[in-house]
């Protein structure tokens, strides 16, 4: 019994350290910011939705070390202040990886702008981008990463389901009326952050709005999907303009996402050990929107799919260019760009 006891409780610690060590020894995900990097954004502005939690805030940070401008645009004012705050500060505590200051009067990093933008209000979406379209001289690199993960049912003001009409609505009208302004600062880009979870979905015309059913690991996955055929068609619309539109998948990054989820009480210190051994930071999660948003080796590349900073495969029915056109086209007349 003792030697036993003694062998649970040695594999525990085993266990235990193997996970520390595997956070701590860090990820294969290569890191942007960095001496080389630094100024690389410079002279640059970058929209991120949803910028002040999880992935969002964590690309806002490297982007804003790179010397960006970037706009936070946030549906919760107070929370997005608070979060620039806190971006601000943590780029002072660190010290400013930028240019030598000496030849740089300026400093190496950027700046942090605040908006309000709900997604789930079309009208605060084209109030958002009269704005933008009054107060920024130029847009080069548009993130749409603002998500809802699996809420139960739940309607935007316009009446569209929640996930469908946030991650992929909302988005969608945001991007079309920025584009003249991407257009206009060329060569340009936009980002799409999505799932691995869209294989799980399918665009099913017949109930958009979820009315006849609802599920919501469905509606997420469609949501998902859509980001990824939106991204197509609209690289396909783009093309010979440079601008340029990629996907990509975080991979499954500790962050707030996960609020509608339900874990029972006891089961919630074992799932958080196992969500901070084994899922990324969103530090780590970031990586491949800074990539995509930055990175000198995706100029020109348009409509691929990214995890990890590396270009992956997608399912057929990602690529089917008759549904893409579809959807775009139902798109437009749910959020009014067309009768
Ligand atoms: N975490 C993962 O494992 C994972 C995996 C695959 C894909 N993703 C994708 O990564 C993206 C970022 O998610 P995250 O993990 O960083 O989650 P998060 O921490 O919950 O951040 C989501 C952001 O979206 C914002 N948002 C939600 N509804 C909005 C609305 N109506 N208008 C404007 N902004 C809104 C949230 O604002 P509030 O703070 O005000 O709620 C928050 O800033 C999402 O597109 C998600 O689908 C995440
Ligand atoms: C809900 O959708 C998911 C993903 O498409 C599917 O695996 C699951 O079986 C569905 N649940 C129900 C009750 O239909």
């Excluded at 070390?65 to 004012?77: E, K, P, Q, S, T």
């Excluded at 809802?148 to 929640?162: L, S």
Aim: hydrophobic share 45%; proline share 4%; with cysteine.
């Amino acid at each position: 019994m003792a030697v036993s006891g003694v062998a649970a409780l040695l594999a525990a610690l085993g266990g235990a350290l193997w996970l520390a060590a595997r956070r701590f020894v860090g990820s294969s995900v290569p890191r942007l910011h960095g001496g080389a990097d630094a100024g690389l954004m410079r002279g640059k502005t970058v929209l991120i939705t949803g910028a002040n939690s999880g992935v969002g805030r964590a690309t806002a940070a490297a982007l804003l070390r790179l010397g960006a401008r970037v706009i936070m645009g946030c549906r919760d004012r107070a929370r997005a202040e608070a979060a620039a705050a806190e971006l601000r500060r943590d780029l002072r505590r660190d010290g400013d990886p930028g240019l030598d200051p000496g030849l740089d009067p300026d400093g190496g990093a950027g700046e942090l702008v605040v908006k309000e933008l709900d997604l789930a209000s079309l009208r605060s979406v084209r109030a958002f981008c009269r704005e933008m379209l009054q107060e920024e001289p130029r847009l080069d690199v548009l993130i749409n990463n603002a998500g809802v993960f699996q809420c139960p049912y739940m309607k935007t003001e316009d009446g569209f389901e929640m996930q469908f009409g946030v991650n992929h609505l909302g988005h969608f009208l945001l991007t079309n009326l920025l584009l003249g302004l991407l257009k206009s600062s060329a060569p340009s880009r936009v980002v799409v952050v999505s799932s691995k979870l869209y294989k799980y979905g399918d665009i099913n015309f017949e109930d958009l709005n979820s009315e006849q059913s609802y599920n919501k690991s469905f509606c997420y996955s469609r949501s998902k999907l859509a980001n990824i055929l939106f991204t197509r068609e609209l690289a396909r619309r783009l093309e010979g303009t440079k601008v340029t539109v990629n996907v990509l998948h975080p991979g499954i990054v500790r962050t707030n996402l996960g609020r509608h989820m339900h874990i029972p009480l006891l089961v919630k210190p074992l799932f958080n050990l196992v969500s901070w051994a084994f899922f990324k930071t969103p530090v780590e999660g970031a990586q491949t929107s800074v990539y995509l948003a930055s990175s000198p080796e995706v100029e020109g590349v348009s409509g691929k799919f990214f995890g990890d900073c590396k270009e992956e495969e997608l399912l057929p029915k990602a690529m089917d260019e008759s549904v893409a056109r579809k959807l775009w086209d139902i798109s437009e007349v749910m959020v009014g760009i067309v009768q």
